[in-house]
């Protein structure tokens, strides 16, 4: 059972940057996409972005080359790196991994809140 494990949020000023971290411990064998997405209050949860174990990337059309996704695979850890952080991107930010050995899974991370503010 893959257990993931958020950090790095905190609050910002606009135009800053954060870099969060998503730690996978348990198996990871058979995880084929690991990804990042967000919830503001009142919102729905909604992808930000994706990295698969080829190592293909994509994101939400609202990152507008702003964000970057990459792992670390000698420490089974995501990481999303936030630039030029604006207002709108509060919110709180969940890793998710999806695999399908033995069977198809899915795990949510506890989340880690991302506030922009001045």
């Known amino acids: 059972q893959v257990q993931l494990v958020e950090s790095g949020g905190g609050l910002v000023q606009p135009g800053g940057s954060l870099r969060l971290s998503c730690a996978a411990s348990g198996s990871i064998f058979g995880v084929y996409r690991m990804g990042w997405y967000r919830q503001a209050p009142g919102k729905q949860r909604e992808l930000v972005a994706i990295?698969?174990?080829?190592?293909?990337?994509d994101y939400a059309d609202f990152v507008e080359g702003r964000f970057t996704i990459s792992r670390d695979n000698a420490k089974n850890t995501v990481y999303l790196q936030m630039n030029s952080l604006k207002p709108e991107d509060t919110a709180m930010y969940y890793c998710n991994h999806r695999g399908d050995v033995p069977k198809y899974f899915e795990v949510w991370g506890q989340g880690t809140l991302v506030t922009v503010s001045s």
């Open positions: 990295i698969t174990s080829g190592g293909a990337t």
